[in-house]
């Protein structure tokens, strides 16, 4: 069975600074890999997303994500966080058989 | 273009109610899905449908019931309201293809008491 790991519950930045997330999956086979973001009150928002190729995946609102498959793992950064940056951040793996499964999420805090 | 909506946006029920969900989406999507969000759980799949007329059971099916009659629609339903199923459900869809995104609807958060 398919299952994600965020190891990180909440993190708390400074504006202008860097992040990075966690995510660490478990897939017998080769896995597609996303990350979505929730803002308070809101769905779900694909940042990015990962499923063959170049393992530095590039995405919306400035972000990036490197699947490491050695390490099972598909961590999110950015170099500068701003403001807005603060939401809740998903890790989710997929398969061929097209359900989702999504770690328990980040919650980021971005401090002034 | 409004993509997935989803009514009501909120709901308080009694313990032993009935109710249905209402996902909409104007994407000719093929797939739809059903999740539920619980503080520290992330997302779990209730339910998913691979095309109209076809439903199929997720991570945490038990306490409801679904149908896709119309394409474009996907319907929850919970026969009798439990104090376990209080949460906020999505509903999402996409293309069908195992790396397509899904699009997520707004939620509905609903309470039972």
């Known amino acids: 069975a398919q299952s994600v790991t965020q190891p990180d519950i909440h993190i708390t930045v400074s504006e202008g600074a860097s992040l990075e997330l966690r995510c660490n999956y478990s897939y017998g086979a080769t896995p597609y890999l996303f990350w979505y973001v929730q803002s308070p009150g809101q769905g779900l928002q694909l940042l990015l997303k990962y499923f063959s190729g170049d393992t530095l995946v590039q995405g919306i609102k400035g972000f990036e994500a490197e699947f490491k498959r050695s390490q099972s793992s598909f961590n999110l950064r950015k170099p500068s966080v701003h403001w807005s940056d603060a939401a809740e951040y998903f890790c989710?793996?997929?398969?061929?058989?097209?359900?989702?499964?999504f770690g328990a999420g980040t919650t980021v805090t971005v401090r002034a | 273009n409004a993509g997935v909506t989803q009514t009501p946006k909120f709901r308080v029920l009694k313990t032993g109610q009935s109710m249905t969900l209402l996902c909409a989406q104007d994407m000719n999507h093929e797939y739809m899905y059903w999740y539920r969000q619980d503080p520290g759980m992330g997302l779990r799949l209730i339910h998913y449908?691979?095309?109209?007329?076809?439903?199929a059971k997720g991570e945490v099916p038990d306490g409801y019931n679904v149908s896709r009659l119309k394409k474009q629609n996907f319907l929850l339903g919970l026969e009798s309201a439990a104090p376990s199923q209080t949460s906020v459900y999505f509903c999402?869809?996409?293309?069908?293809?195992?790396?397509?995104?899904?699009?997520f609807g707004p939620g509905t958060r609903l309470t039972v008491l």
């Open positions: 989710a793996v997929g398969g061929a058989d097209y359900k989702l499964s």
């Open positions: 999402a869809s996409s293309l069908g293809r195992a790396s397509d995104e899904q699009f």
């Open positions: 449908s691979v095309g109209e007329g076809t439903t």
